[in-house]
């Protein structure tokens, strides 16, 4: 599956827009479709991928 990965710790754009998107700095974040999954959580993260149709069948 295609994804883009951001540094924060090294892009100071990718830190100014994970501040403006989730209002504060907190990672893991990943970006599925229209939905953000903070922090590690996996059973929702699989859940909108497989909505996507792009989750483990």
Same mark, same amino acid.
């Not at 990718?14 to 059973?43: C, F, W």
């Not at 909108?48 to 483990?56: Q, V």
């Given at each position: 599956?295609?994804?883009t ?17 989730v ?19 996996? $059973?929702? %993260? *699989? &859940?909108?991928? $497989?909505? %996507? *149709? &792009?989750?483990?069948?």
């Amino acid at each position: 599956m295609p994804y883009t990965e951001l540094d924060v710790s090294r892009d100071p754009a990718s830190l100014r827009a994970l501040k403006q998107s989730v209002g504060d700095v907190v990672t893991p974040v990943a970006v599925v479709g229209d939905h953000l999954v903070v922090g590690h959580d996996p $059973e929702r %993260l *699989g &859940r909108l991928l $497989e909505e %996507l *149709g &792009r989750g483990p069948r």
